[in-house]
């Protein structure tokens, strides 16, 4: 199982729980206002008030977590229909883990160390002279300190 297809089940039992929840919610908010309003008719009190007023706040947060259920399954099954046969190697075709190289100018995973087209060292650090930093030899200035990397 690769990273996505991780990423993607654990997105969609995120988008389980949170359903589970709404239905608890729902459940035990509608129970409370029940109960609240069947006191009521014994006089009005702060009890009564407050089980409405909690059961009432049960169910606004449940349609929280219902609009979170519905966005988890929504990204998890687009991650499914987009990438779900994918393997390790082709991870991150058409992503934006994406460089180009240098030298040839192909396309090129930001993971990978040589291009697989020109052979071409992809991860050349230069050593920052003012901070000791290693930083990508693609920067003009270093990203820790901001002195120029001018070679
Ligand atoms: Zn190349
Ligand atoms: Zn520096």
Request: aromatic share 8%.
């Amino acid at each position: 199982m690769n990273k996505i297809e991780k990423g993607k089940k654990a997105l969609i039992w995120l988008g389980v729980g949170s359903f589970i929840l709404t239905i608890i919610l729902i459940v035990v908010g509608i129970f409370v206002i029940i109960n609240g309003a069947k006191s009521l008719s014994n006089g009005v009190s702060v009890r009564n008030i407050f089980e409405i007023v909690a059961g009432s706040i049960l169910l606004l947060i449940s349609f929280f977590f219902a609009y979170i259920g519905i966005y988890f399954c929504w990204v998890g099954s687009a991650i499914k229909a987009t990438n779900g046969s994918i393997k390790d190697d082709d991870l991150c075709k058409g992503t934006v883990n994406m460089k180009k190289c240098k030298n040839c100018g192909s396309e090129v995973c930001l993971s990978d160390k040589v291009c697989g087209q020109c052979g071409n060292k992809l991860e050349e650090k230069v050593v920052c002279e003012k901070c000791k930093s290693k930083i990508d030899s693609s920067k003009k200035h270093c990203t820790k300190c901001g002195e120029s990397l001018k070679k």
